[in-house]
């Protein structure tokens, strides 16, 4: 279902393999900052979390890209700020 923050069991990325449950975790942990992920599916069908957020900062809203590479739990996702940079902090 595009848009939604729930993924079908099949397509799931290689490390929610090794680590069954954390993509769920990863997901209600956003959720409950405030952050309103929406999962970028056609990635999802080639084994890749990648999600758009909105993500609270100051007072104010910042849109970002998240991408969980294969050897996250090890590695970092890799965050970008996206959408009009006009819309960017002054400090970010």
Not at 13 to 19: K, S
Not at 43 to 53: P, S, T
Request: no cysteine; aromatic share 8%; glycine share 10%.
């Amino acid at each position: 279902m595009p848009g939604s923050a729930v993924a079908e069991p099949a397509r799931v990325p290689p490390w929610e393999l090794r680590y069954p449950g954390r993509m769920a975790f990863e997901l209600a942990r956003l959720e409950e900052r405030g952050a309103r992920p929406i999962i970028d599916q056609g990635l999802l069908a080639e084994g890749v979390l990648a999600l758009d957020l909105v993500w609270p900062v100051g007072g104010n809203e910042v849109a970002l890209r998240a991408i969980y590479p294969d050897g996250f739990l090890r590695l970092r996702p890799i965050v970008s700020l996206a959408g009009d940079p006009s819309s960017f902090p002054e400090r970010h």
